[in-house]
C-alpha cells in the first residue's frame, strides 16, 4: 500500500470565484415511484407472555422486561433473540445501548417517563449495529454526546413516538440504511439535525409527522434520496429546515429524489441554537436545497424565514475528497471512496455540487426577509403554482414553470447570493447549556404494554402523496 | 596461500563477535535494538476517516511506517485501538473534522482499532493495520 502523509486542515469558504467561474450539469428527472409497502407484520412475542430468563446466556425470545427481569436495558437486549420485545419500565436509565440483533423491538412503557440519559458522557442512546428490523418507540432520549438513536448500515429500522433533546451531533439518525421509518417523534436541540438520513439511494424511507426545533438543521439528508418521503411534519426555530444536500464525505453521492410534501416549516432563522458550521451557513432558509437533484417539494407552508423560503442553490464542498460522481450509483448504502491522491490533489479546493431538476410546485410562501423562490445558478429546476411574493429571479415562475419546457440558463442573482452567505452569523451555543422552551409531555403510542411488536421488514407504507394537502398556518 | 587466509580470517571475525557479545549497556556500539531500528522503513501512510468508515479499513505497512489519520469527513470521530491505552488512541476532542494524529508502528503485529461514536471493535467503523517485518 502507498501513500503520503497531506495535512488536511480546514479551510475558509472560498465561494465566489468557484460560483463565478463554473457552468453547472443538467440532470435528467427521476420517476417516482411510490409502491406499496410490504406489510410489516412479524409480530414477534405476545406481550402476556413473559418469558423472562434471567440466567443469562441463553437467547430469549418473547418479551424481556426491563427492570423486572434484567437490571439493564443492555442486558436484556444481550439476552433477547430476534424478534423480541424488550420493555422497558419507567425510570432513568445512564446507559448507552448498542443492539446487534435482528428485529428487536425496544419499547418504553411511557414515552415520557422511560428517559435514556447519557449526563454528557455517554455517546449514544441506542445505535444499532449493522442489525435490520429494530424498532426504538416510546421512549425519551437526550443528553448524548453524539446521537438519541442511530441505526448504521441496517436494512429495516423505524424510530416511533421519539423524545430526542440535547444530543450533540445528531436527534435520530439513519446512516447507510434503507427500507426506514420515522415518525411521531420529536427532535430538538442537536447541532447537526433533528432528524437525519443519509448515504442511501434508494433509500426506501418515510419521516412523517415529527417536529424539529431548536437545531442546527430541522432535517439534513446527505446524499440520501429514492423514495424518500418528508411528509406532515413541523420544522420551526432551527438555523434552517428542510436541507438535502450532497457532499463527497459520504457515500451515494449526490442528493437526490427526495420528496417534500405538506410540512410547516417556519422561523428557520434562529441564530441562538447549537449549530454546526453548515447550519450556520444555512441559517435563515425554510427548504434549502443544497446541491440536491430531481426533488419534489409541493404543497408545504412556509413562513418567516431572514432569508428565502424554498432556496435551490448549489453546495460548495471545501476539500473534497473525491469529484461529483458522472453518474449517480444506483442501490447504494456503500461508504464513500476517496479518489486516489493524485486525483484528489488534481479537486479544486472548493466543489460546487449543482441544484438541478427540482420541482417546487404549490407551495405557500411567505414573509420572507429576501426571497420566497430563489434559484441560484442551476438547470431544469421548475416553479409552478406557488404563493410567493418575491422570487429571484424576477418572475421566476414565468420564466421556468413546471410545463416541460426549457427554460435555459436563468439569470440568477448569484452576487447578492455569496453576500449572505459570507454574511457573520451568531457562533454556535453550546448544546449541553442552550435554553429552550420545554416541549412538555408528547403523546404515546397506544397501549404500549399489550401492543405486538413489529419488526421493520421491508420497504415502508409510503404516504399517498397525492392526498396530503397544504398545510394551515400556525 | 587462500587456505591460510581463511583460519585467520574466521579468528577475526570470532574475535570480532565476542568483542561485540562483551559489550555492556554502553552508548558507544550499535545494540541490537540499533541494528535492528536501523532496519526499519521510513515511510508515510494516511488513513483517512471519512463519515463514517477508514479508508483503507484494512492496511498493511512495513514496520517503520508513520501512519497519519486525517478526519476528512463533516463528523467528529476518534481511533480507539483495541488495546487498552495503547499510545496511539486519539480521542474525539483530537479528531474533529480536519484534524490528523500520527504514529510511527515499529513492532510487527496486527493492530485493530475502531471510532467508537460510530461502532464498536468489530462493526460500524473498525478498521486493522497489519504491520510487517520491513522488506516482508
Request: cysteine-free.
Given at each position: 500500500m502507498t501513500g503520503q502523509a497531506t495535512a488536511r486542515g480546514r479551510r475558509p469558504l472560498r465561494v465566489l470565484g468557484v460560483l463565478l467561474a463554473l457552468m453547472l450539469l443538467a440532470a435528467a428527472c427521476g420517476d417516482d415511484d411510490t409502491e406499496e409497502s410490504a406489510a410489516v407484520d412479524d409480530t414477534a412475542g405476545d406481550t402476556d407472555d413473559d418469558t423472562a430468563a434471567t440466567d443469562g446466556d441463553a437467547p430469549t425470545s418473547g418479551t424481556l422486561r426491563v427492570p423486572d427481569d434484567y437490571e439493564t436495558i443492555q442486558a436484556a437486549v444481550d439476552a433477547a433473540e430476534p424478534g423480541s420485545l424488550v420493555l422497558i419500565g419507567p425510570g432513568t436509565y445512564h446507559e448507552a445501548v448498542d443492539v446487534t440483533t435482528d428485529q428487536l423491538v425496544l419499547r418504553g412503557q411511557d414515552r415520557n417517563e422511560v428517559i435514556l440519559d447519557g449526563e454528557f458522557e455517554l455517546e449514544n442512546g441506542v445505535r444499532v449495529l449493522e442489525a435490520d428490523g429494530v424498532v426504538v418507540e416510546n421512549m425519551t432520549l437526550r443528553?448524548?454526546?453524539?446521537?438519541g438513536v442511530f441505526w448504521t448500515h441496517v436494512d429495516g429500522y423505524r424510530g416511533s413516538y421519539l423524545t430526542a433533546e440535547r444530543n450533540g451531533d445528531y436527534g435520530i439518525y439513519a446512516f447507510g440504511s434503507v427500507n426506514g421509518v420515522l415518525e411521531q417523534s420529536y427532535g430538538a436541540g442537536s447541532p447537526d439535525a433533528g432528524f437525519y438520513i443519509g448515504q442511501c439511494y434508494p433509500c426506501n424511507a418515510v419521516i412523517d409527522n415529527v417536529l424539529a426545533e431548536y437545531n442546527g438543521l430541522g432535517y439534513s439528508g446527505t446524499n440520501a434520496g429514492g423514495d424518500l418521503y418528508i411528509v406532515n411534519s413541523e420544522w420551526r426555530r432551527?438555523?434552517?429546515?428542510i436541507v438535502p444536500n450532497s457532499g463527497s464525505y459520504e457515500g451515494c453521492a449526490p442528493e437526490r429524489e427526495t420528496t417534500v410534501v405538506g410540512n410547516l416549516v417556519h422561523d428557520n432563522s434562529n441564530g441562538d441554537t447549537p449549530a454546526i458550521s453548515a447550519a450556520r451557513l444555512g441559517q435563515g432558509n425554510g427548504i434549502l436545497v443544497t446541491g440536491g437533484l430531481d426533488n419534489v417539494i409541493e404543497r408545504n407552508r412556509i413562513l418567516d424565514h431572514d432569508i428565502a423560503g424554498i432556496a435551490v442553490v448549489p453546495f460548495p464542498e471545501d476539500d473534497p475528497i473525491a469529484p461529483i460522481p458522472e453518474e449517480p450509483p444506483t442501490d447504494c448504502v456503500e461508504d464513500a471512496q476517496p479518489a486516489a491522491d493524485d486525483v484528489r490533489a488534481e479537486l479544486p479546493e472548493t466543489l460546487l455540487w449543482p441544484a438541478t431538476g427540482n420541482r417546487v410546485v404549490g407551495n405557500a410562501v411567505s414573509g420572507s426577509g429576501e426571497w420566497d423562490l430563489v434559484v441560484i445558478l442551476g438547470r431544469d429546476n421548475c416553479f409552478s403554482d406557488n404563493e410567493a411574493a418575491v422570487t429571484s429571479p424576477e418572475g421566476l415562475q414565468e420564466l421556468a414553470p413546471c410545463d416541460g419546457s426549457d427554460a435555459g440558463e436563468l439569470e440568477t442573482d448569484v452576487a447578492r447570493f455569496l453576500a449572505l452567505v459570507e454574511e457573520e452569523r451568531p457562533e454556535s451555543a453550546d448544546y449541553e447549556t442552550y435554553e429552550f422552551p420545554a416541549i412538555g409531555d408528547l403523546p404515546g403510542m397506544d397501549d404500549p404494554e399489550n401492543a405486538p411488536a413489529e419488526p421493520q421488514v421491508g420497504p415502508p407504507s409510503y404516504p399517498d402523496v397525492a392526498s396530503i394537502g397544504l398545510p394551515d398556518a400556525p | 596461500m587462500s587456505s591460510l587466509r581463511r583460519p585467520l580470517a574466521t579468528l577475526a571475525s570470532v574475535a570480532a563477535l565476542v568483542a561485540l557479545a562483551s559489550c555492556g549497556g554502553g552508548d558507544e556500539e550499535p545494540t541490537e535494538d540499533t541494528a535492528e531500528a536501523a532496519s526499519l522503513v521510513d515511510a508515510e501512510v494516511e488513513i483517512l476517516a471519512i463519515d463514517n468508515a477508514f479508508d483503507p479499513e484494512d492496511a498493511t505497512i512495513e514496520a517503520g511506517t508513520t501512519v497519519t489519520f486525517t478526519n476528512v469527513g463533516r463528523n467528529d470521530h476518534n481511533v480507539i485501538p483495541e488495546e487498552d491505552e495503547a499510545e496511539w488512541t486519539v480521542p474525539t476532542q483530537d479528531f474533529g473534522p480536519g484534524d490528523s494524529a500520527s504514529h510511527r508502528f515499529t513492532e510487527p503485529g496486527e493492530y485493530r482499532y475502531y471510532c467508537s461514536i460510530h461502532g464498536t471493535i468489530d462493526v460500524g467503523m473498525p478498521g486493522t493495520i497489519t504491520v510487517t517485518d520491513p522488506g516482508g
Open positions: 443528553n448524548y454526546t453524539r446521537n432551527n438555523r434552517a429546515g | -
